[in-house]
């Protein structure tokens, strides 16, 4: 139990870093239940999903026009240096 708290105290403090960073997490790295919007509609006609679930209205994979836009929002950000 000493040991733990220890550890925790410790990592409290974390890291610290001249520069910013972001940082992009997933949890869900290659879980791809639904390729296509084709794909959705066929399950639900059939009834295997529900419109009213969000992990299968909102699963799909990114397309190129996502990660544009993404990098869009992105690139309007500098940092004091005027580095993107």
């Given at each position: 139990?000493?040991?733990?708290?220890?550890?925790?105290i410790?990592n409290?403090?974390?890291?610290?870093l001249?520069?910013?960073?972001?940082?992009?997490?997933?949890d869900?790295?290659?879980?791809?239940?639904?390729?296509?919007?084709?794909?959705?509609?066929?399950?639900?006609?059939?009834?295997?999903i529900?419109?009213?679930?969000?992990?299968s209205?909102l699963?799909g994979?990114?397309?190129?026009?996502?990660?544009?836009?993404l990098?869009?929002?992105?690139?309007?950000?500098?940092?004091?240096?005027?580095?993107?």
């Amino acid at each position: 139990m000493k040991a733990t708290l220890k550890k925790h105290i410790i990592n409290a403090r974390g890291s610290r870093l001249k520069e910013k960073y972001i940082v992009f997490e997933s949890d869900d790295l290659g879980a791809i239940r639904i390729p296509n919007k084709q794909t959705r509609k066929a399950l639900l006609k059939k009834e295997l999903i529900k419109d009213s679930n969000p992990f299968s209205r909102l699963d799909g994979l990114e397309t190129t026009n996502d990660y544009l836009a993404l990098f869009e929002v992105l690139n309007k950000f500098k940092d004091s240096k005027g580095n993107k």
